[in-house]
């Protein structure tokens, strides 16, 4: 057997499940570039039948991602598995993953059909999918909650209808890492024909444990591990990519196994998928957030300064986390914050790089040392910025401790016209979104605000994050950022607002 272990990232699809971490066309080509740079095996960049928008999306990363297998979800149902093909079919290296569920809770109750005709309907299914490609990946969702005799059988006969990848889902994390590691053995022993198919798990961490589940599962004769940047993904997640990466490789002792990752792009995809889907790194999140390098306790300080291996198993630079700790200044030139920008895997037009270059040398004139991490969220803000309809010209607001918080805001819309408004609220920046709502005249909901300091220190940039949505239609994410919170928000604010526009295809005269 192979000592490699695949890695299959579905931060496109069951990550994107994560309440509120919508992406957008852009977005999500950006998120599979950087993990071709991060050279995952697979990724899987969709569900391409249940919207349009996700059909597009797939068929570019098709079109434009080179490097790693393209693969596409479906149902065991043709259309499902035509619309899928058709998404993938310019990839290099496509793959089309079909599940149906297997246990009896979810045959009984969710798909109302006899275990026989979910079995007939998998064979199918497989066999219908291979016309179209030869790399064929089939699961059984809901695995660990089916039984076993009946997998069995399921997986032995999709194997002969032509599945190259039987993946294994703890769809509802409810597994335990010795039960688990036991159940992959079986069912490799077990099961003829296994041993031409790559056995694959696909964890969730319902328990905290889907990390340690795929693990044990690798132990256990697994060669395709699917996880997720963050650990982000449907409910308490799946498990997460770089947690599984560095084990493996710190581990090797153990774990006699290879991937072939570039763990030096760990650091630069987390801070990509969090910015881009709104959902935050904890900031003590294994391997990646940012105290997983900090010290606080004296003996700790003081062991790490004598020598850092006293408490620190992992460096920084393994994941290519210090590059992102270099400081530019007001002084560095437009050549240097190129150079610094390429590194960070932004290629921009000329045009691009000059008003991105008059934007940061804004932000250095308000801070005296600008991170990488403030180049990028600069670079993030002004790339992935929805086409605006409405942009802002003029903000004030008033608050204090007794004052009623009010809000001035003029906005110019995309015909030229300036229009102001004032509103009060419970505070700035809620004041500031009444504002903005009387000139859209929209009804807007806002789910969720998150605000964080990119970097350290009083005059750090800040970052706010938040979900929006018409009606309870679609949620968006905005984004903006600025030294200054309020307006922050309000570029956050306003940025969503454009793409809640764009996709809703309002008129901004006609109030809703
Ligand atoms: O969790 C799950 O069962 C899934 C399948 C589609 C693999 O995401
Ligand atoms: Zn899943």
């Not at 982000?232 to 799946?238: L, M, T, Y």
């Not at 969090?274 to 999140?285: R, Y």
């Not at 979104?433 to 990119?454: Q, S, T």
């Amino acid at each position: 057997m192979s000592n490699k272990i695949y890695i299959f990232d579905s931060t496109l699809r069951d990550g994107e499940q994560t309440p509120g971490a919508r992406l957008n066309f852009d977005e999500k080509l950006e998120v599979a570039r950087q993990l071709a740079r991060l050279k995952v095996d697979v990724i899987e960049a969709g569900f391409p039948i249940s919207s349009p928008g996700e059909f597009k999306a797939v068929r570019e990363i098709s079109r434009q991602v080179k490097g790693p297998a393209i693969c596409a979800l479906a149902r065991c149902l043709p259309g499902d598995i035509d619309s899928a093909w058709e998404a993938i079919k310019d990839a290099e290296h496509p793959r089309i993953h079909v599940f149906l569920a297997s246990s009896p809770i979810h045959m009984r109750y969710k798909l109302k059909q006899d275990p026989e005709a979910c079995l007939h309907q998998a064979v199918e299914a497989v066999k219908y999918a291979k016309k179209f490609t030869s790399d064929i990946e089939y699961s059984p969702e809901d695995a660990t909650r089916s039984d076993e005799q009946y997998l069995y059988r399921l997986l032995e006969q999709v194997i002969e209808a032509g599945a190259t990848v039987i993946n294994i889902p703890d769809t509802v994390g409810y597994a335990l890492p010795e039960e688990f590691g036991a159940l992959i053995r079986r069912l490799r022993e077990n099961i003829p024909g296994m041993e031409r198919v790559t056995l694959s798990v696909h964890c969730h961490n319902d328990l905290g444990l889907a990390v340690a589940n795929s693990l044990a599962a690798i132990e256990n004769g697994a060669r395709q591990v699917e996880c997720n940047i963050n650990g982000i993904g449907e409910r308490a997640g799946n498990a997460a990519l770089e947690e599984i990466a560095v084990a493996l490789y710190l581990k090797k002792s153990h774990y006699p196994f290879y991937t072939g990752l570039n763990l030096q792009e760990i650091y630069r995809t987390s801070r990509l998928v969090s910015k881009l889907t709104g959902i935050p790194v904890p900031m003590n999140k294994a391997v990646i957030g940012v105290n997983a390098f900090a010290h606080s306790s004296g003996i700790h300080q003081d062991g790490v300064l004598k020598h850092k291996e006293t408490y620190e198993i992992i460096d920084a630079e393994l994941i290519g986390g210090k590059a992102a700790q270099m400081i530019l200044t007001a002084r560095s030139g437009r050549h240097a914050v190129k150079h610094q920008l390429e590194r960070l895997g932004f290629t921009l037009e000329e045009e691009q790089l000059e008003t991105l270059y008059t934007r940061y040398l804004e932000l250095a004139d308000k801070k005296k040392e600008v991170y990488l991490e403030d180049l990028e969220a600069l670079a993030i803000d002004f790339l992935f910025a929805a086409e605006p309809t409405y942009r802002l010209d003029y903000l004030q607001t008033v608050s204090g401790s007794k004052s009623i918080p009010v809000a001035v805001i003029r906005l110019i819309r995309d015909d030229g016209e300036l229009i102001e408004e004032m509103a009060v609220g419970s505070g700035p920046i809620d004041a500031a979104f009444n504002a903005i709502n009387k000139i859209a005249g929209l009804d807007i909901l806002l789910d969720n605000y998150r605000l964080r300091a990119v970097t350290r220190g009083r005059d750090a940039l800040g970052e706010v994050s938040l979900n929006m949505s018409l009606s309870k239609q679609k949620t968006i994410t905005g984004r903006g950022t600025s030294t200054d919170i309020v307006e922050a928000s309000v570029k956050a604010y306003l940025d969503g607002l454009n793409k809640l526009l764009k996709i809703n295809g309002v008129n901004h005269n006609q109030p809703e």
